[in-house]
């Protein structure tokens, strides 16, 4: 078990070299890379995509959330909660997210665990042991271990140290990034860093900065300094670029197009793959449980004609078309005229009752 | 037989596919059930004396649903049952020579015999209900110590009542000598008890040796003059059959059935025919249609005949339909009750065939005879029986794995199990050290084991290890060291209301509310542990002292090594290898109570030890904080959490050395451990009060060695590697029971993971899926059920959210709870996975 240092309060991770602080790790993770791949989602990113599906990732900070199907409605937790910041409404348990420190007392008291904590400290060891316990599966699948978030560079320390030391239990790494980054920090990871899943969302500048909150500039200048290093210490086809497909907001052919020309241009050689992912909702509990207003909630998921105009445009941008892939999932379009549609969009269901 | 899982039919409607004319017409006409012209039901045939008895409940002892139906059937089989005329001196016959003989009469001059349309097979009826073959003296014994006062029925009653689970005598499960009738004959078998029988000194000879020895003499005889009634009738088919490929067909079966089983197979028709008819007189022998008698590894031993008919020019199709016949043949065991539904024993017999697996030194044994079957199962499925278990190891090829992986896919869940040699492997050396026979199973033979029934691993030809005989409620010791060895609540009869006043059935092991540490709790479940398994043992005697004294099953001795040799029928213990099994029923119900009274009373103390049991004796009403906790915040088995899988591997040890130690009196079977649970797991949870791990009275228990519903949060890796820890793991050296594997369980366990049909939707996907196989191989049980989360699975959760609180979906890249996302977005993805399904 790691150690969970619960009491902690929600200070910022960045800059602490011992302890990570990690969303959560995904085993048997089939999407993150090649093989079956433990996924250790970063808590913290640099951006804010209006569409981030993992909106509990962005925040550098230990969160509260109430999942209101495990509420039993003692109200423990509001006793609990010494900065008064929890109070039950008809609409369900409202955080007052200027009062909350992050103390998770009530996620202690909570006795159904309707109150869960986003954000665990890991010492690295602890990390390490825990993500090691699926090396078989790794092994027997080419897998390994993906950093991802959130965004990793955000904890470059400890991202540098868990990298390291999976390299050194020959694990094969990968590191998801969004790209806005230092370089500095970037060109210290990649030494450790098997496959570099890299986020290229819109090539307009100005779009870029209304839906994730920056430029591209960097991002854009990363993407071709990874290229490169990539290019220059003989791992071509390392680099996967990741472009997700968000209606009224990058699901344009124009953008694809673009993107694709850039690829072309400049990453040439070091791209082994190019998804597009289309827009999925299943996200929408998590906003209203962190009490945010989505302003996607009401989009319709992709239908199947526009996905594949999306996929035309990429494989017609230049690019070898062999490396364009589409996955997520699309509007249900049932009835005679519908068009055929892919198998399974919905991905991997664990557990579950037998 | 099996768990409700292991063998559970598909829901999803998988259509079969590239079948003959021939095998459609007779697929169809099967599935016609009652309507057909003839079928395999159950006839019952007597001695036509005033006390017969016609129908032996003991193998139904483990089945606890027909416990109220026992009286009706044996009255209603003795009052059906047709009269047979003894030879005149039946009398003076010892039980089994009597047994042996009217069992023969039957199959040979009583029972019809039918040939279908088309058949390449013969040996149609086999379900009989026969006499006990008892003289008035031997009845009253036999009835008093069944059904008297403190008979058996009245104390497996008890013992199913009070939730310690069932035990009994039970038939089937075994996997015959097969492949010696192919090899040499009935006739070797005959010359061989000839021999034995003239080496007896007359003291013997008079005795029960001789008995013995004569009895199986006759049913050795048994599929010869069957087969020659077949052969006749074969003949006098083509005589009069116009088409001349059928004709032929028909003169080949009649020559095929003049040579076996009688003589050894020298083509494949006649291995397959020789195997169909040897088979089908076990199941007419011990009056008990299929569970669990078994095949063994077909692909190995049918593999010489399949070659050498292939040379010979024999059509690769033309193989496969004899193979499809035999399909057919085998479903037809389910017809003994065809007219009430499925006769109440199962919806899965069993008869259990092994693909592939490990050969000497490692070598895999999979071949072209292999896929051939695989194919069959592809073309024929869905379809019931046999039942196809793939044997899995490190060297096993990828070709093998691409077809198990696509057949998966194709069928929406797999139809078949996997069976891993490496863990089972280690099991079985575990009880050759254990029970001093490592001269019988050793690192040179142990690749030879195959699994019976589902996964119940066994050796071949020469072991009966009663793999369903005993099922104890592991929980049964958790609830008695609670209250100090007694039960919670007086037992109500819920059909009479008579009512039973709770005793001091288990030790004493003190007031719980007394222990101050965690430990003191430990070392009284510890000491109820030992008594409940006592207690199975002591009620399993009853029943096999029985079965030895009066329920000889002589045609089943001779398939099985050590009988003839011992002069010993095999329900005497005459087998070389001569086992009864405990499955442990409620393993993760039961580690995770243990793991929760730790955490809730001793750890944490957010609750005393008597408000933990208050809370349990009302069945968590009132206590509505404590219940979440128990069930969310107590650690659980299933998670690759070592410390909670170490409360794992601790009960495993105690109740598996505890159960080493104890044996049948009778028959002299030692006693080793498995966890199987079939469908008690589902019927028992309305028996067991509520237990500490949070679950509710009238809810399910865990099943086999699978973590708790809903437990196993980290996916199938952390399940996999749980359970791989609770049989004992790996051992770091690479030495352990066998090459690096430790399995504290012989007999095996049943797992189950289900997935979502998307891990297969593509081809690298399906390589993903291939390397979590081989994962498991590695750090994973024994065997493995892959089922497809569905449409259905989805609604329920809809319905029992607290169920599924660890059903994750996902979509490429996105991971949520399916229990948190809200209705809408749950209702879309059961729109999405139905619609993907059709």
């Known amino acids: ?354 | 037989m099996s768990t409700a899982q292991a063998c559970v039919a598909q829901k999803r409607l998988k259509q079969p596919k590239n079948l003959s004319p021939r095998i459609e017409w007779l697929r169809r006409y099967y599935l016609e059930g009652a309507a057909r012209r003839w079928n395999n039901e159950f006839t019952a045939w007597t001695t036509g004396t005033p006390w017969d008895e016609v129908f032996d409940e003991t193998t139904f002892y483990i089945v606890p649903e027909t416990y109220p139906f026992f009286q009706t059937f044996r009255s209603s089989f003795r009052q059906a049952a047709r009269k047979v005329d003894l030879h005149p001196d039946f009398w003076t016959w010892s039980i089994a020579e009597r047994r042996a003989w009217f069992v023969k009469e039957v199959m040979v001059n009583r029972l019809p015999q039918e040939i279908l349309p088309g058949d390449l097979l013969c040996g149609a009826r086999f379900n009989i209900q026969t006499s006990l073959c008892l003289d008035e003296r031997e009845t009253k014994r036999r009835n008093r110590l069944m059904f008297g006062k403190s008979g058996v029925r009245r104390a497996v009653k008890w013992f199913h009542d009070h939730g310690y689970g069932n035990s009994g005598a039970t038939s089937g499960h075994l996997i015959p000598g097969y492949e010696r009738i192919l090899k040499e004959g009935f006739k070797a078998v005959h010359d061989d008890l000839e021999a034995r029988l003239q080496a007896l000194d007359p003291r013997e000879h008079n005795g029960e040796k001789g008995a013995q020895l004569r009895a199986m003499k006759i049913a050795s005889t048994m599929p010869r003059e069957l087969a020659s009634r077949y052969a006749e009738l074969c003949e006098r088919t083509a005589a009069g059959e116009p088409d001349p490929v059928r004709k032929a067909e028909l003169e080949q079966m009649g020559r095929n059935l003049r040579r076996v089983p009688w003589e050894p197979a020298g083509t494949f028709w006649e291995a397959v025919q020789a195997l169909w008819l040897t088979h089908m007189l076990v199941m007419s022998d011990e009056n008990y249609p299929g569970p669990g008698v078994s095949f063994g590894r077909i692909d190995q031993y049918l593999l010489p005949y399949w070659r050498a008919s292939i040379e010979q020019g024999m059509d690769r199709e033309f193989g496969k339909e004899i193979l499809k016949c035999f399909w057919v043949h085998a479903n037809t065991a389910y017809d003994a009750m065809v007219r009430i539904g499925n006769n109440g024993i199962t919806a899965g017999y069993g008869q259990l065939i092994t693909l592939s697996g490990m050969g000497q030194g490692g070598r895999d044994m999979t071949n072209e005879l292999t896929f051939a079957i695989l194919e069959v199962i592809d073309e024929m499925s869905p379809i019931l029986e046999p039942k196809p278990n793939v044997r899995l190891h490190r060297n096993s090829p990828d070709e093998l794995l691409d077809k198990v992986v696509e057949m998966i896919a194709s069928s929406q869940g797999s139809p078949f199990l996997l069976n891993f040699d490496e863990r089972s492997m280690a099991g079985m050396m575990v009880e050759a050290r254990k029970a001093g026979v490592t001269h019988l199973i050793h690192e040179g033979n142990v690749h030879e084991y195959a699994p019976v029934g589902c996964l119940e691993n066994t050796m071949v030809g020469n072991d009966r290890s009663g793999t369903v005989d005993n099922n104890l409620n592991l929980l049964k010791a958790v609830e008695l060291a609670l209250n100090d060895g007694r039960d919670f609540f007086d037992f109500v009869d819920p059909i009479t209301l008579e009512k039973e006043k709770a005793r001091q059935d288990g030790p004493r092991t003190g007031d719980p509310r007394t222990f101050r540490t965690w430990e003191q709790f430990w070392d009284a479940y510890a000491e109820q542990t030992r008594y409940i398994i006592r207690r199975c043992v002591d009620l399993y005697e009853r029943s096999e002292a029985v079965r030895a004294e009066f329920c000889p099953t002589p045609y089943v001795s001779c398939l099985v090594k050590g009988c003839a040799e011992k002069a010993l029928d095999i329900t005497r213990g005459g087998a070389e290898l001569n086992f009864t099994t405990l499955e442990a029923v409620t393993f993760a119900t039961t580690v995770d109570s243990l793991l929760a009274v730790k955490y809730l009373v001793y750890d944490r103390k957010e609750c005393t030890m008597d408000d933990l049991i208050q809370a349990l004796k009302s069945n968590w009403e009132g206590y509505e904080a404590l219940r979440p906790k128990a069930r969310y915040k107590a650690p659980k088995y299933g998670r690759d959490d070592d410390e909670a899988d170490a409360m794992a591997d601790r009960v495993m040890e105690l109740w598996c050395e505890e159960t080493w130690k104890h044996g049948t009196v009778s028959t002299k079977r030692r006693f080793r451990p498995g966890m199987l649970s079939w469908n008690y797991w589902v019927s028992d949870g309305f028996i067991l009060p509520a237990s500490p791990d949070g679950r509710a009275k009238g809810t399910f228990l865990s099943n086999a060695i699978c973590p708790s519903n809903g437990a196993d949060i980290n996916g199938p890796t952390a399940n996999a590697n749980s359970v791989g820890k609770a049989l004992g793991g790996l051992c770091p050296d690479g030495s352990g029971d066998y090459l690096g594997y430790y399995n504290r369980l012989p007999n095996g366990a049943s797992h189950t993971i289900s997935f979502n049909p998307s891990i297969l939707k593509d081809p690298e996907h399906k390589e993903k899926f291939k390397a979590f196989l081989r994962g498991y191989a590695h750090n994973g049980g024994t065997c493995l059920q892959v089922n497809m989360i569905d449409a259905d699975t989805l609604r329920d959760a809809q319905e029992h959210p607290e169920d599924y609180r660890s059903l994750l979906v996902r979509i490429t890249g996105y991971n949520a709870y399916f229990t948190s996302v809200g209705r809408e977005l749950q209702d879309e993805l059961i729109a999405r996975l139905s619609h993907e399904a059709l």
């Open chain 1, 1 to 354: 078990m790691p150690m969970r240092n619960v009491t902690t309060t929600g200070t910022s991770a960045a800059g602490n070299s011992t302890q990570g602080l990690i969303l959560r790790i995904q085993r048997m993770s089939t999407e993150d890379g090649p093989g079956i791949r433990s996924t250790v989602f970063f808590k913290g990113c640099p951006l804010a995509c209006r569409w981030c599906h993992n909106p509990e990732s962005i925040s550098s900070k230990v969160q509260v959330h109430w999942v209101a199907s495990r509420c039993i409605g003692c109200l423990e937790c509001v006793r609990t909660c010494r900065s008064h910041a929890l109070s039950p409404s008809a609409g369900g348990m409202v955080i007052d997210r200027d009062r909350c420190t992050g103390c998770l007392a009530c996620t202690e008291a909570c006795p159904s665990t309707a109150l869960e904590a986003y954000g665990v400290r890991y010492r690295l060891d602890d990390l390490v042991n825990e993500v090691l316990k699926d090396r078989v599966y790794f092994e027997r699948s080419s897998g390994g271990v993906t950093l991802s978030g959130g965004e990793p560079t955000l904890q470059p320390e400890f991202a540098l140290a868990l990298l390291a030391k999976l390299k050194a239990e020959g694990v094969h790494t990968a590191l998801d990034t969004c790209g806005q980054a230092s370089w500095e920090v970037l060109s210290r990871l990649l030494p450790f860093t098997d496959i570099v899943l890299f986020d290229l969302k819109e090539m307009d500048p100005d779009r870029h900065k209304a839906f994730t909150g920056v430029t591209n500039s960097l991002i854009l200048e990363n993407a071709q300094r990874v290229a490169s290093s990539l290019r220059k210490n003989g791992r071509p086809s390392k680099m996967w670029v990741r472009t997700p497909l968000i209606p009224g907001h990058t699901a344009r052919t124009d953008n694809v197009t673009e993107l694709g020309s850039f690829i072309r241009r400049n990453l040439s050689g070091a791209v082994g793959r190019w998804d597009l992912c289309t827009f999925n909702n299943l996200c929408l509990h998590k906003y209203q449980g962190l009490g945010i207003d989505w302003p996607l909630g009401g989009v319709e998921l992709m239908g199947r004609a526009e996905a594949d105009a999306m996929l035309e445009a990429a494989r017609g941008s230049g690019v070898d078309p062999g490396i364009v892939r589409l996955s997520g999932p699309l509007r249900l379009e049932t009835g005679r005229d519908a068009p055929e549609r892919p198998r399974a969009a919905l991905g991997v269901v664990q557990g579950g009752k037998r």
